[in-house]
């Protein structure tokens, strides 16, 4: 009998590929670069610092399909220090993929592994000249 739940994440996940996400460039350094189909997600993470206060610190996470992160024709994994980097019109933004203190820089979106979600802060933006 068909897993009806892993058809339907199959079926969001291409449909998510399909509609909702850009080609950006996903950066290894030392190693390489390439063009990678990713939608937006937003992350916020919760932190307690010293004193007790609570501070939601907001992620800009990105959703990838492991077929898409391919390297030399290898999976790769996601990894602290990898950039995703996005030029628009005005500016070049660069993401740095890290996750928060002891915490993993990916995890799987869904049970099926149909997905991942990169944890990225914004290490760097540039304004372009027109």
């Known amino acids: 009998m ?13 449909q998510s590929r ?3 996400s850009e080609v950006l460039r996903y950066e290894r350094p030392g190693v390489g670069s390439w063009d990678v189909p990713l939608t937006r997600a937003r992350g916020q993470h919760e932190v307690v610092g010293d004193d007790g206060v609570v501070e939601m610190i907001d992620r800009y996470d990105f959703l990838a399909s492991p077929e898409d992160l391919l390297l030399a024709a290898e999976p790769v994994e996601p990894r602290d220090g990898d950039l995703i980097v996005e030029v628009t019109a005005a500016e070049r ?19 099926h592994r149909q997905k991942l979600r990169i944890h990225t802060k914004i290490f760097a933006r540039q304004g372009l000249e027109s």
């Open 2 to 14: 068909t897993d009806l739940f892993h058809s339907a994440a199959e079926w969001r996940a291409r």
């Open 18 to 20: 399909a509609h909702a």
């Open 93 to 111: 933004i660069t993401y740095r993929v890290s996750g928060e203190t002891g915490q993993p820089c990916w995890r799987w979106c869904d049970a």
